[in-house]
């Protein structure tokens, strides 16, 4: 096939803490059905790019079950299809290390150009444009960016074009530019460009943004061209932007519509029955997935397959993984719940006006979101206030938990 797609999809997701404690961030459920790879996967089967590499490193077991032979996204194929590659002797240090550890597997591949993706972001793209702009120009290289807010140019690499959509400079996470062109780490290369460059910058932490992509500019003056994406592009990597993100998919006006039946996002779904609504129950703005039972109320939150809301319990404003359960009168207010939750009766998680940031990690969890581990259970009649951590064995010795505790 003429594009060789590899997925970076090693990350470990720190600062989603608990949620990425036992699986990589592109592994990390969302929108109810999903993982955070389906839509980079669903990218590409759209785009007609079959022939794909995964690049996995940490906790890489949750996704290696999820992607199987790739079916879902129609990868299953004879002459072409998904490859996990895994590190053999030691880990990646960097992303352009990452690739140049599997060059081999690029080599043998018959493929004109190589796109390297990241398998950790949430946008809808067709890179089939990215491609004929690509070949039209004739680059070595071809960048997808987007337009960010001033504010926020020292979380990307930054880059100046000229009238072309040349790009004539190139920054990796400036402390200070007037620049608001970023790069989405969305690369093609000719693949020739992109072996040479791998071999001639010697590092052992290569990285794309920091080390390849300045030394084609500055160094080897190679034609490096900028193709600006227009659409909606999210990273969920924190907490806040992971919830916010969730909730706003329940809006009307959501800028990511699931429903488009011209680009459907694809997944690994798990055979649960239908939806199960009672006489009393009562949900708005909501995502309710396949086998969950609901008897309570449910207000602008998005529920993973099995979820189960028992009568009198109220869910407002949070995420819940798949076959957790709130029994009778809880309360669930601004929280996210791994896998296999359970909140016995009469409860309240995340409750009360203290927004004290978590202790322990202040600078993760700090605008009144509680997190609770997968398989984590609490008990009757407690109370849990806001940014919370609550871990899967946790030792309840009071019945209020205090805003900003982690408890172990």
Same mark, same amino acid.
């Given at each position: 096939?003429e594009?060789?797609?590899?997925?970076?999809?090693?990350?470990?997701?720190?600062?989603?803490?608990?949620?990425?404690?036992?699986?990589?961030?592109?592994?990390?459920p969302?929108?109810?059905?999903?993982?955070?790879?389906?839509?980079?996967?669903s990218?590409?089967?759209?785009?007609?790019?079959?022939?794909i590499?995964?690049?996995?490193?940490?906790?890489?077991?949750?996704?290696?079950?999820?992607?199987?032979?790739?079916?879902?996204?129609?990868l299953?194929?004879?002459?072409?299809?998904?490859?996990?590659?895994?590190?053999?002797?030691?880990?990646?240090?960097?992303?352009a290390?990452?690739?140049?550890?599997?060059?081999?597997?690029?080599?043998?591949?018959?493929? !004109?150009?190589?796109? +390297?993706?990241?398998?950790d =972001? +949430?946008?809808k793209?067709?890179?089939?444009?990215?491609i004929?702009?690509?070949?039209?120009?004739?680059?070595?290289?071809?960048?997808?960016?987007?337009?960010v807010d001033?504010?926020?140019?020292?979380?990307?690499?930054?880059?100046?074009?000229?009238?072309?959509d040349? +790009?004539?400079?190139?920054?990796e996470?400036?402390?200070?530019?007037n620049?608001?062109?970023?790069?989405?780490?969305?690369?093609?290369?000719?693949?020739?460009?992109?072996?040479?460059?791998?071999?001639?910058?010697?590092?052992?932490?290569?990285?794309?943004?920091?080390?390849?992509?300045?030394y084609?500019? !500055?160094?080897?003056?190679s034609?490096?061209?900028? =193709?600006t994406?227009?659409?909606?592009w999210?990273?969920?990597?924190?907490?806040?932007?992971?919830?916010?993100?969730?909730?706003?998919?329940t809006?009307?006006?959501?800028?990511?519509?699931l429903?488009?039946?011209?680009? !459907? +996002?694809?997944?690994r779904?798990?055979?649960?029955?239908?939806?199960k609504?009672?006489?009393k129950a009562?949900?708005?703005?909501?995502?309710?997935?396949?086998?969950?039972?609901?008897?309570?109320?449910?207000?602008?939150?998005?529920?993973?397959?099995g979820?189960?809301?028992?009568a009198?319990?109220?869910?407002?404003?949070s995420?819940?993984l798949?076959?957790?359960?709130?029994?009778?009168?809880?309360?669930?207010?601004?929280?996210?719940?791994d896998k296999?939750?359970?909140?016995?009766?009469?409860?309240k998680?995340?409750?009360?006006?203290?927004?004290?940031?978590?202790?322990?990690?202040p600078?993760?969890?700090?605008?009144?979101?509680?997190?609770?581990? !997968? =398989?984590s259970?609490?008990?009757?009649?407690?109370?849990?206030?806001?940014?919370?951590?609550?871990?899967?064995?946790?030792?309840?010795?009071?019945?209020?938990?205090?805003?900003?505790?982690?408890?172990?």
């Amino acid at each position: 096939m003429e594009t060789l797609a590899l997925i970076l999809a090693g990350g470990k997701g720190s600062r989603l803490d608990l949620l990425s404690q036992k699986r990589s961030k592109p592994a990390v459920p969302f929108a109810g059905k999903y993982r955070i790879i389906d839509f980079t996967l669903s990218n590409c089967a759209q785009s007609g790019i079959y022939d794909i590499g995964i690049l996995t490193q940490y906790l890489p077991f949750s996704l290696n079950e999820h992607i199987g032979v790739g079916k879902p996204w129609d990868l299953d194929r004879r002459d072409s299809g998904v490859v996990l590659l895994h590190p053999h002797n030691q880990w990646y240090l960097g992303t352009a290390d990452a690739v140049l550890r599997n060059i081999e597997f690029v080599k043998r591949k018959n493929a !004109k150009y190589v796109l +390297i993706l990241s398998g950790d =972001h +949430i946008y809808k793209m067709d890179y089939r444009a990215m491609i004929e702009k690509h070949a039209k120009t004739n680059a070595d290289l071809t960048i997808a960016t987007i337009k960010v807010d001033p504010s926020e140019t020292n979380r990307f690499g930054m880059m100046e074009v000229d009238s072309n959509d040349s +790009i004539i400079d190139f920054e990796e996470k400036p402390l200070k530019t007037n620049s608001t062109l970023a790069s989405m780490g969305i690369y093609l290369f000719n693949k020739q460009a992109l072996i040479d460059a791998l071999n001639e910058v010697v590092r052992p932490d290569l990285d794309f943004g920091k080390d390849i992509i300045p030394y084609l500019i !500055k160094v080897k003056k190679s034609k490096v061209v900028s =193709h600006t994406f227009e659409g909606y592009w999210q990273d969920v990597g924190t907490y806040d932007s992971y919830l916010e993100t969730s909730i706003a998919l329940t809006k009307s006006d959501t800028k990511l519509d699931l429903y488009d039946e011209e680009w !459907k +996002i694809y997944t690994r779904s798990e055979e649960k029955p239908p939806v199960k609504i009672g006489s009393k129950a009562k949900i708005e703005n909501s995502l309710i997935s396949n086998g969950c039972i609901i008897e309570g109320t449910v207000i602008n939150s998005v529920l993973s397959p099995g979820v189960i809301v028992e009568a009198g319990a109220i869910i407002e404003d949070s995420v819940i993984l798949n076959d957790s359960v709130i029994k009778k009168n809880s309360i669930i207010n601004k929280c996210i719940f791994d896998k296999k939750v359970v909140i016995e009766e009469n409860s309240k998680v995340g409750f009360g006006n203290d927004y004290t940031p978590n202790i322990e990690k202040p600078d993760v969890l700090f605008s009144g979101i509680t997190v609770l581990e !997968k =398989h984590s259970v609490v008990p009757k009649n407690m109370i849990i206030g806001r940014n919370v951590r609550i871990y899967k064995d946790a030792n309840f010795s009071n019945q209020v938990v205090k805003s900003g505790s982690s408890i172990k």
